[in-house]
């Protein structure tokens, strides 16, 4: 059994490769764990809150969630210590991966759901 990488939080790489097969396998628990905000599932790799939001923040950019998905995940970015930067930085990162339209269609929602009225005269 590999030792806990020093400082990073990370689980023994043993217990980390463990819930990657239980997950390949569809192990119902730790699926339903994993879903579930998997931080409960015993092992599993744990990333500091606001880097999990801004994560999340990013998968629901990809899919082209609602405001109200993006305005909930924004404000407990927020309230985790992100700022605006980090949260338009987001976009700026998954753009080479889910193209133009996305990114357009996404960005007006994310302004609304920061608070930003993007229809206002400038």
Not at 54 to 69: E, F, I, K, P
């Amino acid at each position: 059994m590999k030792a806990a990488q020093p400082g990073l939080g990370l689980p023994a790489m043993d217990e980390v490769e463990r819930l990657l097969r239980r997950l390949a396998i569809n192990d119902e628990e730790s699926v339903g764990m994993v879903l579930s905000n998997g931080s409960a599932l015993a092992g599993a790799p744990v990333l500091p809150r606001k880097v999990d939001l801004l994560v999340r923040l990013g998968a629901l950019v990809a899919l082209g969630a609602a405001t109200s998905s993006l305005r909930t995940t924004v404000r407990q970015a927020l309230e985790a210590g992100a700022t605006e930067a980090e949260i338009v930085g987001v976009v700026i990162a998954v753009a080479p991966a889910v193209g133009l339209a996305r990114v357009v269609s996404s960005a007006r929602r994310l302004a609304l759901a920061i608070g930003y009225d993007i229809e206002a005269d400038e």
